[in-house]
Structures are given as C-alpha cells and as structure tokens.
C-alpha cells in the first residue's frame, strides 16, 4: 500500500485517478464542481447547406446527444438558465460554462458570433464558454475576438477531428481533411484559449493500430483536452441506412476498454481527459448495445487501470 501511495503521488496530475481526468482538473482551479450548459444557437455545418459537401458527416443526427433542454426555437438565455436550473437541482453546481454543441458553432458571421457568445456570458454564474466546431469553420478575425474573451473568461474551443485519416475523412463526408486540423489548431494556440479535440474510434475499415499511433501522433500537438468516444449507429443518417442494408462489426465494450487502456499508455499525461465513452439516447441507439451507462464503464476503466497497474502515459514516448 505505501508502495501505491508513492506512485499515485508521482501522476503528473497531481492526483490519484489513473488518467489526467477533467472533473479533477476543473476542481483544481476552481476549487468547485463546474457544470457545462449545453444550448443550441441554430446553427449548421459547410457540409450540410452545400457549402462543402451537403448531408453532413454519415453518422451525425443531434438528436442523439442534445439535452431536453436545448431548442433552437429559445433565446440563449431562456436555454441557459432553465439548463442551469436543471443542473444546481441535480449537481449542486453553481458555476457554469456555457456549451455551444449542436453543428458548427463558429459557422457564421463575427457580428452574429459576438451577439450570441455575449449574451450568453451575460447571465449569471457562467464563467466561460466551450465552442464545438469544425477547423474549417474558424479564420484569423474570429480566433482574435476569442483571444479577447479568453482574457476574462473560460474559453474553450473544441474542433472536431475524428480521425487523423485523410480516408476516413472523405468516408464519412466531412468535407475537410487532417491539414484543416493543423491549420486552426496552430492558429488557435498559444493565445489564451483552451484547445479541445475530438476523436472517434470504431469505424469499421479502421485499425487498432491506427488508433494507438493516434495518441502518439496527438501527444506532441499543442492542445489542452481530449474527448473520445465509441462509434455509434444512430437512426436518420446516411451510417444507420449503410448499417441497415449490410451489417458491418463493432466495437464490444471490452474490445474497446482494452484499445482505452493501451491508447491513454500511450498518450502524452499532460493532455486532459474530458470523455472516452459516449451513450446516446436508446430511442436513437441502433448499434452496439453494451447495456452499461457511461458511469459503469469508468468505475470498469478505473477497476482495469488499477489491476494492471497502469495510467495515462505510462509508456508515453516523449517523456
């Protein structure tokens, strides 16, 4: 047991979990629980309208991850202050950061960004924003108006990436490719906005190995969070029609808690960890049915970490 103590006191994190997890790194500044509002401004995606590409990415239905409280039809803060009266009764929590998630949320003009980013820093008890959006949806004048407000506030940008294969890319239409990545990552670091990425592991004509070298090509990439999660077939899109039709394999929960654990070995400890398992709704679930909420399959990772004596970066090679 002192043995363990030693090496817990070692994480780089500064703290017990076996992974740099989000929660714990929130709480470590803030001193609190900090709970993400999620609000849905109406926005779309290039690869939508036809921009790009039309349709959008072949497994993409919003539905499957928005929150009962988030319509479109609502002002920003009618959104925000019933998500965050939902969320003191549930969590406690009583400061906030405000989650623009649906579609590309820095897919229109500066002037209609400012009104929408503005108004909701407005309302009391948020601190900061988390902006999800594609690389191609970002341009010099936008990061520079994000660097103003990341001057005061919490801001986070969260770009999209999926996969670092250009093939993959194209599979799944998302009408950018890997260097669209690179190129808003770089023109987004180093000015006090926090960078999120976002990563999908389980498309079927991938590999386990390019899914490993994934945390070795991210280590090095100047980025705050991770977020990851399973491949999921929902229903109204372009991937449960193809799942339909021909049935194609997919991850079993052990499968991918094994591929977790080799890939945050692997991963660079500084990076932090905001999701590696995602659930969707069951009335939008067609495939896989793990039966486990995504709680269960922490306390599963938390058990497998601490049995084979592993942890994030273990074998990191750039340490």
Same mark, same amino acid.
């Given at each position: 047991?002192?043995?363990?103590?030693?090496?817990? #006191?070692?994480?780089?994190?500064?703290?017990? !979990?076996?992974?740099? $997890?989000? $929660? #714990?790194?929130?709480?470590?500044?803030?001193?609190?629980?900090?709970?993400?509002?999620?609000?849905?401004?109406?926005?779309?995606?290039?690869?939508?309208?036809?921009?790009?590409?039309?349709?959008?990415?072949?497994?993409?239905?919003?539905?499957?991850?928005?929150?009962?409280?988030?319509?479109?039809?609502? $002002?920003?803060? =009618?959104?925000?202050?019933?998500?965050?009266?939902?969320?003191? =009764?549930?969590?406690?929590?009583? !400061?906030?950061?405000?989650?623009?998630?649906?579609? $590309?949320?820095?897919?229109?003009?500066?002037?209609?960004?400012?009104?929408?980013?503005?108004?909701?820093?407005?309302?009391?008890?948020?601190?900061?924003?988390?902006?999800?959006? =594609?690389?191609?949806?970002?341009?010099? @004048?936008?990061?520079?108006?994000?660097?103003?407000?990341?001057?005061?506030?919490?801001?986070?940008?969260?770009?999209?990436?999926e996969s670092i294969s250009d093939t993959t890319l194209k599979k799944v239409? =998302?009408?950018?490719?890997?260097? &669209?990545?690179?190129? &808003?990552?770089?023109?987004? @670091?180093?000015?006090?906005?926090?960078?999120? %990425?976002?990563?999908?592991?389980?498309?079927?004509?991938?590999?386990?190995?390019?899914?490993? #070298?994934?945390?070795?090509?991210?280590?090095?990439?100047?980025?705050?969070?991770? /977020?990851?999660?399973?491949?999921?077939?929902? !229903?109204?899109?372009?991937?449960?029609?193809?799942?339909? !039709?021909?049935?194609?394999?997919?991850?079993?929960?052990?499968?991918?808690?094994?591929?977790?654990?080799?890939?945050?070995? /692997?991963?660079?400890?500084?990076?932090?960890?905001?999701?590696?398992?995602?659930?969707?709704?069951?009335? %939008?679930?067609?495939?896989?049915?793990?039966?486990?909420?995504? %709680?269960?399959?922490?306390?599963?990772?938390? #058990? /497998?970490?601490?049995?084979?004596? %592993?942890?994030?970066? /273990?074998?990191?090679?750039?340490?």
């Amino acid at each position: 047991m002192a043995a363990m103590q030693k090496r817990q #006191q070692t994480f780089p994190w500064g703290h017990a !979990k076996r992974y740099n $997890s989000f $929660s #714990q790194y929130q709480r470590k500044i803030y001193g609190e629980r900090v709970q993400k509002v999620s609000v849905d401004a109406g926005f779309t995606c290039p690869n939508r309208d036809g921009t790009v590409a039309s349709g959008g990415c072949i497994y993409c239905n919003n539905e499957s991850f928005n929150p009962g409280y988030n319509d479109a039809g609502k $002002s920003i803060t =009618r959104q925000i202050e019933e998500g965050i009266e939902f969320l003191k =009764r549930r969590y406690k929590a009583r !400061k906030f950061i405000v989650y623009f998630q649906p579609y $590309s949320n820095t897919y229109a003009s500066l002037d209609t960004l400012k009104r929408y980013y503005e108004e909701a820093l407005s309302v009391p008890d948020v601190i900061g924003l988390t902006i999800g959006t =594609r690389p191609d949806c970002v341009d010099e @004048a936008k990061i520079a108006y994000l660097q103003q407000l990341a001057a005061t506030c919490d801001i986070t940008v969260e770009y999209g990436l999926e996969s670092i294969s250009d093939t993959t890319l194209k599979k799944v239409n =998302r009408g950018h490719n890997v260097q &669209a990545y690179l190129d &808003a990552l770089y023109m987004t @670091a180093n000015r006090g906005i926090k960078i999120c %990425t976002h990563m999908i592991f389980g498309f079927p004509w991938e590999s386990p190995d390019l899914w490993l #070298q994934t945390a070795e090509w991210l280590s090095d990439k100047p980025f705050d969070f991770l /977020k990851i999660h399973q491949l999921h077939v929902v !229903k109204e899109t372009a991937l449960a029609r193809m799942y339909q !039709k021909n049935p194609f394999p997919l991850l079993g929960y052990q499968d991918y808690m094994d591929l977790i654990i080799s890939f945050l070995e /692997k991963l660079n400890p500084q990076i932090v960890i905001q999701r590696l398992f995602g659930e969707a709704p069951p009335r %939008t679930l067609l495939a896989p049915h793990w039966n486990l909420r995504n %709680t269960e399959l922490l306390q599963i990772l938390d #058990q /497998k970490l601490e049995e084979r004596d %592993t942890w994030q970066g /273990k074998h990191y090679a750039g340490r």
